[in-house]
């Protein structure tokens, strides 16, 4: 998810952040605004950088879906094989 200054200020410019969220808080807050949890991520690797806690308007929120073209490869490609006796 893109959370620019769409969603908040402090994230404006170059303070922009993809965050892969984890969690939503159900707790109530001001109206149109939500608290997210998850991680922010490198995009020219897709790995998580750090956990963040994040305050932003649920209407400036961008979310992007991951493809399947975009999606890192699996670690076992490989068929499994079985040594005699197992």
């Known amino acids: 998810m893109l959370i620019d200054a769409r969603a908040s200020v402090q ?8 965050l892969r969220v984890t969690s939503v808080c159900d707790k ?3 109206h ?3 608290w997210l949890t998850g991680y922010s991520i490198n995009l020219s690797t897709g790995k998580a950088l ?4 994040v305050f932003a308007q649920i209407a400036g929120l961008q979310i992007q879906r991951r493809t399947i073209d975009s999606a890192p490869p699996l670690n ?3 068929p499994a094989t079985r040594s005699r006796g197992v």
């Open 11 to 18: 994230f404006g410019g170059d303070r922009a952040l993809w």
């Open 28 to 30: 109530p807050t001001y």
């Open 32 to 34: 149109g605004w939500v």
């Open 50 to 53: 750090e956990r963040r806690e």
């Open 76 to 78: 076992n490609t490989a």
